[in-house]
């Protein structure tokens, strides 16, 4: 008798406080994978030198999000920076991506320090549609890439570059981890496409030159 009311009394108390104990377990797990996140990388790693050359000094590199009414989809930049764990203001993405670009054309050497004419590089993010669920997060970024003659205005570049990224479940089996890799992997992938769009500009012939020239 003794034994069947420990199994009753084992019952009753499973029934009441297993709810909390799963609650707390799934917090836990959550956390641990807050802790385990990948940091915001967009880093393009090896670039070569470039043999195609522009005679102009890059002198600022700009990124900004795209107000909404021109936003081309979704743009996930605070989520993307807290994974869902808190709120943010998505600054520490902007700063990445402008860092990582910063490095990449300083590696590929396209521009010329010395010279006379300076170029300003203004992006903005149009799309980073980070899904919230999936078996690989597949990711697609469009941002617009700009480059502006400082001393007349006109806009010797424009692209609106799409890219796209994913990660595998059998590269991180976390969805929080692989929402995060798949992001970087679409900007980094990006910001490859834009270094190879580069080779084609020619500062002669500005795509969109300043109204004073109209």
């Keep these: 008798m003794g034994l069947q009311l420990s199994k009753e009394s084992f019952n009753k108390f499973s029934m009441k406080f297993a709810p909390r104990l799963l609650a707390i377990g799934f917090a836990i797990s959550l956390s641990a994978c ?17 043999h195609h050359k522009i005679n102009a000094e890059l002198k ?14 979704k743009v996930a930049i605070q989520l993307l920076e807290s994974a869902g764990t808190q709120m943010s203001s998505g600054q520490g993405i902007v700063s990445a991506w402008q860092n990582s670009l910063q490095d990449a054309m300083a590696r590929n050497a396209i521009f010329n320090d010395s010279s006379t004419t300076k ?14 669920f999936g078996a690989e997060f ?3 970024t469009i941002a617009r890439y700009e480059l502006i003659n400082r001393s007349n205005g ?7 570059v799409a890219s796209k990224g994913s990660c595998a479940m059998s590269e991180a089996f976390m969805g929080l981890i692989r929402a995060r890799t798949a992001a970087c992997n679409s900007v980094r992938e990006n910001i490859k496409q834009f270094l190879r769009e580069l080779e084609t500009v ?10 004073s020239k109209l």
């Design 34 to 50: 807050a802790t385990q996140l990948p940091p915001v990388d967009f880093g393009v790693g090896a670039v070569g030198t470039s």
């Design 60 to 73: 600022t590199v700009t990124v900004q999000v795209a107000p909404k009414n021109t936003q081309k989809g």
């Design 119 to 132: 170029l300003s590089l203004s992006v903005t993010v149009l799309k980073l549609d980070v899904p919230s």
């Design 138 to 140: 597949e990711t697609e």
């Design 154 to 160: 006109d806009i010797v570049f424009s692209s609106d």
């Design 202 to 211: 020619n500062l002669s012939k500005p795509m969109f030159p300043s109204q």
